[in-house]
Structures are given as structure tokens and as C-alpha cells.
């Protein structure tokens, strides 16, 4: 059922039932043995919109059906006649590192004919779209298959200085019968759009009008009044939709943001999900032991591990255990530590796919008890101290008993070589995340995942971020680069232009400002800028992505992730005996250089908080406040 707030205009419609204002359709469209219907409560008249804006908005709702109906995710698009559409294997093929990527999976994108086109007397056909809708619960849904034909008519008249101009799209279900339809699509055989427009030449184009009207062939059934507040829904959504709409706007980029789905594709991660909630959400929302409403935080757990799931599908060709045959993913997988693991959620569902690694958190949880004895064992209470805060106590004369006066063991991020980091809603330990990868292994630092949360300084302490000044800032492709791999400060910009030279490109850099701009109003968005400056200076490729999980805290910022996954395919080719080997470059510079630009940037950034001898106290006695009073154990998300 479509859902948005009325925008149409209510005085003209009749109040009656659909079922008494049908009447056959104004337009000849064959076969003859098709009755189509139509009604004067399916008609909005006195549109200002430009045909180019419907059209463009008609292309937009192909791809974003979830716009229409709650019960969908999204459309595949397997065929589009203009190629402007693109199918989830060319997405696929974007993101991917060659060998590293794993066909398969999912609804799957297999070839599918389109239905024929319909004749529509004074049109003339102009594309053809093949679309399959994706539910978002397939055990109560089907996919299903659409074809989606566009029209064109054009009629000049000089005499009255009038142009008129009509687009029609012809929406055609893949069935034989009514039963084959599934709930949230219309009881129909058929569904149209047409948008009639008439513009005076001697004015604006706004000055124009148009009129947008939906007729329909249906089952030889009476009218239901479901199918009624449907199709009412369907016309208003267009027009609101419509209200909002810019002409300069790429239909073809969908719901187009250009740092979402830009690390993965949204068909691998959705689909991944879907059967991720169907396989534990009934067996850990009923078992849920925490004060904090279940479903919220198993689906957003579980959105997560649909992200690593696909993202090291994309890193190192590995999947989850049930794609494998009973293959082991030692050989091929290097390991995670999820730091600040809170509930543990994730941890047991990487484990339970396949994906060996382990969670430590200072405070232990109370889910942690419904998980079986070997989960549990992959779960340690323990508590983090950056190694140069360590260092630093270690160093200073009778601190050492501040350390042992903690009474939980304590780690200082040192972990085997390649192992990969989540640092999920880690607050303190957020921006510490890249400095903590990069020491672990200064000749090769880990590859990591921050989803930042609260914003913290190095010493714990709740700090806002200034704003990064303009030239620091990343671009909206959400991508940097490491120093090593740029121009010198020094240098200007070779050519500052948009690479394709034209206006796409250019509308790309635009959209890129304002994501940025948007970005940086906000303490998260700080926070977010303050993780990827600090990574790039030690000298990762660094990438942030919006993610598809049910949390406003949704930005990722991944580190590492080509130059692991090219050394990874580079260094374990197809045939190579034994346990992967690991990757041996690092495109940041030697290792004492990574260590200097560490110490740099702990001693920087502590500075305004007197030092590092005085960070590292402060965070001693934070941690120890942490553990004495309720501190995490008892926060929503952790």
C-alpha cells in the first residue's frame, strides 16, 4: 500500500467509490480484447510540471518502488533499452577487485525477455524498462518481474501558440494469473500513466499546464476498495513527488546519494540482510535479556553483519558458510576483533557464518549468556588502552599500580597481523580506531570499519571536532587518498576540471559539496571528518559510506579496503596451498615513518589537554569510573 500525505486537490475528486466512477479509457490501446478503465477521481488536472519532470520522476519510481510500497525494497533493473539503467551485475562489477568477486547469490539478475508492446493509437514507443521488484520479507512475498514501456506523442499548433506535449508509461506485470500476484502489487493486468501538457510558447514553461490521469485493465472481478485507495495513493504519490523534483536531477542514479552504496552494492547488502533477519531475528528477539527493545537492536546488528558479510565477500572472495559446501574459511579469511563488541550480536552472527575472530568489551553483558560456550569463550571482558598511553604510564614512575588497580585485563591493540578491526559505535575508542590498526602493524596496518557514535578526544573526554577547513575536506565519492599516492602539498592541482569534462561530471562535484557541506553542521559529521583526516595522515585510502542500517549513526569509514584486497588477491592466487598469505606493501611508507606520523598526531592532538602524560591519567581514571559505576553496561546501544 503507497503511503505519503495527501497533495492532490480534494475539492474535484467525487467522494463516491471507484467502483461507481469507472469508465472506459480515453485512449485506443490495443489488444482490442484489454477493457481498459479509467475514472475522474484518477485525474489531476492543472499540473504546472514540465513532461520532462514526470518523466524523470517515472524513471526515479522504477528503480525506488519502496517510494510506492513499504513491503518492497527495491527494484533490480535486468533490461533498459537506452542503457541508462543500470542491473545489479554492472553494479557489482564497479565495486568489485576481479578474482575477489563472488558470483551468485541472492534473487539473482538472469536474462528475462520484456513483455511486448502494447500499440497505443497517435504514441510512438521510446524505451522499454524490465524491472523486478524485491520484497523486503520474501517468505510472505515473490519477486516479481515488470515491464515498463514508454510513449511519446508531440502536436504543435500554431494557430492557437499552444504546444502540447503527452508521455505515457505502460506498467505490464510478468503473470498468467490473478493468484501469481502478490500482495503488495495492484489486482491488475495493466496500470497506465499519462501525462497530457499544454504550454504557451509566448510564456515561461511554467506558465504550461498539464493534466496526469491513470487508467488500468483488471481482473474480471468486481472493483475492491483496496484496489481504489491504491490507485488514489499511486496518483497523489506522483504529484507530491513531482512538487519536489528538479529538472537537473539524473533519474538514472535513483535515490541518488553519492556516498551511499558507493563501497558496496545496495542489491548484495539488502538481499544479504533479508535472509540474515529471517535466519536469527526469531531466535534472538524472543531470548532478549537487556532492558532495550530488541527488535531495534538484533535488525541492526544484523544490517551490520550483512555489510561485513558482503564487504569481505568484495575484500577477499570468502562467503558465508552456507555458499562454501562445507569448505573452511581459514584458507581464504584473516580474522576479526570487534573492539567495544557490546552485546556481542555481531560477534555471534560473524561467527556463526563462518568468520572466525572474536569481541572484547570492558563491561561484560548480560546477552552475552544466551550465546552457546564457544561464542561465549570469543567474548572477553577486557578493557582497551591505547599503547602510547600505556607507554607513557609505563614510563612514569608509580603508575604502573594505577594499571593493576583496574582489576580487568587490559589490551593495548595488538593484534595478529591482517586482522581485520570493527569499531561499532566504539565512542572513545572511535578515533583511536585508525592509530589502533596502523600500530598493531605499522608495515602493513589493518584494514578497519568505524561506525562512529558519540564524539570523543583521545583522552575520552566528550569533545566536539572543529570543522575541517574547505580544503581538507573530503570529496562527496567519499574516497581519499593516501599521502604517498597524491600530489605534494606544494603542488597545485593539475587539472582542477571534472575528468569527463561535462555536465554529469559536473553535476557529480556538485552533488559531492553539498553532501559535504551537509556533513560538517553536525558534531557526528565532525567526528566522521576528524576519523578519516587522522587516517589518511598515517596514510590510508580511506572511504565512507552511508549504511544501510536502522540508525542515524549510519556512516561508515573504512580504511584499507583496495590496497588489502588487491595485495590479498596478489598474494593468494587461485591453486596456492595452505592458509592465505598475507598482504607485504603498504602505500603509507616505511614503518618508522607510520610510527613518527603516530606519534605526531597522539601528541597533537593531546596537547590541548595538557600532554600525553596527562591524557593517558585521564584515561586511566575514566576507565576506572567506567568500571566501578553502571558506565556502558547499561547504555542503549552498548
Not at 230 to 241: D, G, H, S
Not at 560 to 580: C, F, H, I, V, Y
Not at 614 to 620: D, F, M
Amino acid at each position: 500500500m503507497p503511503r505519503s500525505k495527501n497533495a492532490r486537490d480534494t475539492t474535484r475528486l467525487t467522494g463516491k467509490p471507484l467502483a461507481e466512477t469507472i469508465e472506459p479509457a480515453s485512449l485506443d490501446i490495443g489488444p482490442e480484447a484489454e477493457e481498459w478503465l479509467s475514472s475522474p477521481d484518477l485525474m489531476e488536472m492543472g499540473l504546472p510540471f514540465a513532461p520532462e519532470v514526470v518523466y524523470d520522476l517515472n524513471v526515479f519510481l522504477l528503480i525506488n518502488p519502496n517510494f510506492n510500497s513499504s513491503c518492497l525494497f527495491r527494484a533490480d533493473i535486468l533490461f533498459d533499452s537506452l542503457g541508462g539503467l543500470k542491473t545489479p551485475e554492472h553494479e557489482e562489477e564497479k565495486n568489485s577487485f576481479g578474482s575477489c568477486r563472488v558470483e551468485g547469490g541472492g534473487f539473482g539478475a538472469q536474462s528475462v525477455e520484456p513483455v511486448p508492446a502494447r500499440s497505443v493509437a497517435g504514441f510512438s514507443l521510446t524505451r522499454t524498462v524490465v524491472r523486478r521488484l524485491i520484497p523486503r520479507n520474501p517468505q510472505l512475498d515473490r519477486p516479481l518481474d515488470q515491464t515498463c514501456h514508454f510513449y511519446e506523442a508531440g502536436e504543435d499548433d500554431v494557430q492557437r501558440d499552444t504546444t502540447s506535449k503527452r508521455i505515457l508509461f505502460v506498467l505490464t506485470p510478468h503473470l498468467s494469473s490473478r493468484d501469481e500476484i502478490p500482495f503488495y502489487h495492484p489486482l491488475l493486468r495493466g496500470l497506465v500513466f499519462l501525462y497530457d501538457f499544454k504550454s504557451d510558447d509566448a510564456k515561461p514553461p511554467q506558465g504550461g499546464h498539464g493534466t496526469l490521469s491513470i487508467s488500468f485493465v483488471p481482473f474480471p472481478e468486481p472493483i475492491q476498495d483496496r484496489l481504489d485507495r491504491t490507485l488514489a495513493a499511486l496518483l497523489n504519490t506522483q504529484v507530491r513527488l513531482a512538487r519536489n523534483a528538479h529538472t537537473s536531477r539524473r533519474p538514472d542514479r535513483g535515490n541518488h546519494n553519492p556516498i551511499k552504496d558507493n563501497v558496496l552494492p545496495k542489491h548484495r547488502v539488502q538481499d544479504t540482510y533479508s535472509w540474515l533477519k529471517l535466519k536469527y531475528a526469531p531466535d534472538l528477539c524472543p531470548r532478549w535479556v537487556e532492558d532495550t527493545e530488541p527488535s531495534k537492536h538484533v535488525f541492526e546488528d544484523l544490517a551490520i553483519a550483512a555489510f561485513f558479510i558482503e564487504l569481505w565477500r568484495n575484500m577477499y572472495g570468502v562467503a558465508p558458510v552456507a555458499e562454501r559446501g562445507g569448505e573452511s574459511d581459514d584458507a581464504v579469511f584473516p580474522g576479526f576483533v570487534d573492539v567495544a563488541c557490546g552485546n556481542g550480536v555481531l560477534v555471534y552472527v560473524l561467527l556463526l557464518e563462518g568468520y572466525h575472530g572474536w569481541g572484547f568489551d570492558a563491561r561484560r553483558r548480560k546477552t552475552w549468556g544466551i550465546f552457546p560456550d564457544w561464542v561465549q569463550e570469543k567474548l572477553k571482558e577486557a578493557t582497551y588502552i591505547p599503547k602510547p598511553f600505556y607507554d607513557a604510564m609505563a614510563a612514569a614512575a608509580g603508575t604502573e599500580s594505577d594499571i593493576r588497580e583496574l582489576g580487568i585485563d587490559t589490551l593495548t591493540g595488538m593484534f595478529p597481523k591482517d586482522t581485520f578491526i570493527i569499531s561499532n559505535h566504539a565512542d572513545e575508542l572511535t578515533v583511536w580506531t585508525p592509530l589502533m590498526a596502523a600500530l598493531s602493524n605499522p608495515e602493513s596496518p589493518l584494514p578497519f570499519l568505524s561506525i562512529p557514535c558519540c564524539s570523543h578526544s583521545l583522552s575520552g573526554a566528550r569533545y566536539r571536532y572543529p570543522t575541517p577547513p574547505r580544503e581538507k575536506r573530503h570529496g562527496g565519492r567519499g574516497k581519499s587518498t593516501p599521502k604517498s599516492e597524491g600530489p605534494e602539498p606544494d603542488e597545485p592541482e593539475p587539472n582542477p576540471q571534472p575528468q569527463i569534462g561535462d555536465l554529469k561530471a559536473l553535476r557529480a562535484e556538485q552533488q559531492a559539496s553539498q553532501a559535504d557541506a551537509e556533513m560538517y553542521n553536525s558534531t557526528y559529521g565532525c567526528l566522521t571528518a576528524k576519523t578519516m583526516a587522522i587516517a589518511e595522515e598515517i596514510g590510508y585510502e580511506v572511504e565512507r559510506t552511508l549504511m544501510r542500517i536502522p540508525s542515524t549513526r549510519n556512516m561508515g569509514v573504512v580504511g584499507g579496503r583496495r590496497r588489502t584486497a588487491q595485495e590479498w588477491r596478489r598474494s593468494n592466487k587461485p591453486g596456492d596451498s595452505g592458509l592465505a598469505q598475507p598482504p607485504d606493501t603498504h602505500n603509507g611508507g616505511t614503518t618508522n615513518e607510520v610510527l613518527e606520523r603516530i606519534d605526531e598526531i597522539v601528541r597533537r592532538e593531546c596537547s590541548r589537554e595538557g600532554g600525553v602524560d596527562t591524557a593517558a591519567k585521564a584515561w586511566i581514571e575514566r576507565t576506572k569510573g567506567l568500571l566501578k559505576g553502571q558506565g556502558r553496561g547499561n547504555q542503549p546501544r552498548h
